[in-house]
Each structure stands twice: as structure tokens, then as C-alpha cells.
């Protein structure tokens, strides 16, 4: 129980405790009440004081920022105004000045299209120059191999006629006279240690027409071609081919040691095979080549180079054999050398054989003949790197006699 006394009368009470907690309650929501009332008619009034002196700080602000805004946009209008000012007066420069460029400009594309004109004008007339002079080059050209084709058809007839008023025995002198001055015309300068003359030994029942032959400074041969040339007119009743004296040429060069056989000849004149340059035979006979008299020069140098780069060897095995030494596998190995040297130099020929016969054809075929011609190089590069890749050691390697030869003429000469 709890004790009450009244504030007004004095007098004391006793509550229970649920009596008590409603008048405690009553109290505090009284109480309560009245604070918040009081503390809402507080704020009301400080609200309405914030609000008052809100806006009266607004009001001088914007006053002084409504001074302050005027006075700088009075400056910027200043500033504007002047802007303006200096712009009206460079637009009126600058229309001046592309008055001026303007003027300029135009006189500039005149002179420019007057020279681009001149130009095109000059142009014109050098293309006109170079069409008139092409023209002109053309017709020379079809001049000079008019000329050419002529004076080819008026050597053809001169030939035919001089062949028709010679007898048989003349046409192949006359042969044989131009391949002996031909040789003659180098052996100067190309042929200067060389045998070149007619073959008059006919103990053995034949002979050919020429013999050539070339040896070193020591005497060691090392090329000997025997010569045949064959000629006859074309109104011969009996018209001989080329294969009717290879059996007879091939005897007489084993007859006079010859290492190759060469027939010139102008026999078959419409056989293409023949007509093609260098034709290698040596299918039928060893060694033994066709050609026309065109070719019988170069024939001889392809020949003498090839058997220079076997100089050395030929030197050598002439001194083994002197000393009687068996040879036999060493002659093989030259042989085989020999064997494929020819191999490369019947392809050689045989691209040889095309490239003159692309001579003989019109300008636009040259190409056709640098090719030849650089296969032929090629094959002739190919035996000479096998010449020079040749050597005693190589030659001698399945030889133990040549070795043990060898060897001793190497301790012989440091003896010495």
C-alpha cells in the first residue's frame, strides 16, 4: 500500500498499487501534455525568429548581390562593347584582306590554268612528235628487215648460182676453203700453237679433209679433232645424206688418233635436226658431232676448253704411262670423266641446237635463244665444275699401284 497526501486539504490516503500506478499515470500524461505544448509554442517561435531573420539576411544579401551583379555586368557590357568594337574592325580587316587574297588567288589560278594549258599543249604536241616518230622508227625497221630479208634472198641466189655453175669437186672446195679461212682469220690470236692443215696421208686407203690438233708447252697433245666437209649442188641427180660418211669418217679418225669426229656439212639443207646447230651422233660413232660450216668455229673452242680444264690429267697420265705403270684404273676414271664431260656437252649442244635455231627465227623469239643459250651455259658450267673437280687423288683412289706410283715420284722430287 502506498501513502498519498493531498497537496490541497493535507490529508493522508493509502492507494493500492494499481491505484497508485493510474494516478502516476494520470499525472505524467498531464505533465507530459503540457510540455509538449509548451516546448511546440517554443519552437513555433524560434521557428517564426529563424524564419524572420532568415529572411532578412536573404533580403540583404540578394540587395547586395543584386548591387554586385549589376555592377559587373556593367563592366562586362563595357568589356562586351569593346569586344565588339575590336571585332568590327577585324571583320573590316579581314574583309579587306580576302578582297585582297581573293584578287590574288583568282590572278594565281589564271597563270596556273594558263601554264597548265601551255603544258597540255606542249604535252600534245610531244605526244604527237613521239607517235610521228614511232611511226617513222617502225617503218625504218620494217625497212632495214626488208632490206635484210633481200639481201638474205639475193645471198641465198648467189650461192644457189654459184653452186649451179661449179662442178661437184668445186662446191666441196669451196667448203673447205671457208672453213680454212675462217680458222685462219684466229689462229693468230685464238689458235696461235695449234695444227690446222689437210689430211694427205691416204696410206691406209682413205683420208679426211682437215686435221686439227693443239699440244702444251711440253708437248703433251691435248685435243686432236679430224675434219670432214660435204657439199654437193643441188641439181645432183644422186642426193647423199650425212649418215652415208659417218662409218667412213669415224674409220679415218681411229686411223689418224683422233679424239673427236666432226662432219660439216651442208648436205640435207631442209633437215631440221641438222639445221638445229650442234648435233652430238655419238649414239652411232664415239665421239663424232654434225655440224653446220656457221658452227665450225665455235665448235672448236667449246671443244679446246673443255679439254684444257683435262690438261693437267692428260699431263700426268702421259708421264705414268712413259714409266710403264699400270694405268688401267686410272684410264678408267679419265674415260669416265670423259663420259660424263659428254654427257653434259650433248646437253649443251642440245640446248645449243635450240638456241640457234631461235636466231634463225624472227626478233620476237630472242627470248627463246637466252634461254637456250643459258641452259647451254648451265651444261657447260656443270662439266667444267666436274673438270676442275677432278683430281690425281680422286683418280687414283681405287689404284693402289698409281698411289704407291705417286708416291713415290713425290719422294723422288723432295729427294732432288
Known sequence: MQEIKCPKCGEVFQVDESGYAAIVRQVHDKEFEKEIQRREAQFNAERENAVTLACTKAEAAKAAEIEKLRAKSAEEISAKEKEIAAK???????????????????????????????????LKNDLRLSVQQGKLNEQALNEAHALELRQKDEQIAFYKDLKARQSTKMVGETLE???????????????????????????????????????ATDGTEFISIMFEMKNEMDETATKHKNEDFFRELDKDRREKDCEYAVL?????????????????????????YVIRPQFFIPLITILRNAALNSLTY?????????????????????????SKFSNNFRLASEKFQTAIDEIDKTIDHLQKVKEGLLGSERQLRLANDKAQDLSVKKLTRDNPTMKAKFAELTAGTQEE
Open 177 to 215: 676453203q671457208h672453213c680454212q679461212i675462217e680458222f685462219n682469220s684466229l689462229r693468230a690470236t685464238a689458235f696461235r700453237n695449234a695444227f690446222f692443215e689437210k689430211d694427205n696421208d691416204a696410206r691406209t686407203g682413205s683420208k679426211g679433209d682437215f686435221i686439227y690438233r693443239e699440244s
Open 314 to 338: 692428260k699431263q700426268e697420265l702421259a708421264l705414268v704411262k712413259s714409266q710403264n705403270v699400270d694405268v688401267t684404273n686410272f684410264e678408267n676414271s679419265l674415260l669416265d670423266f670423259q
Open 88 to 122: 568590327d574592325k577585324e571583320i573590316i580587316r579581314l574583309k579587306a584582306q580576302i578582297e585582297l587574297d581573293r584578287s590574288n588567288a583568282e590572278k594565281e589560278v589564271v597563270e596556273a590554268v594558263k601554264e597548265k594549258t601551255e603544258e597540255i599543249i606542249q
Open 264 to 288: 660439216v656439212t651442208l648436205l640435207e639443207a631442209d633437215n631440221e635436226l641438222y639445221n638445229r646447230g650442234i648435233v652430238d651422233v655419238s649414239y652411232k660413232y664415239d665421239k663424232m
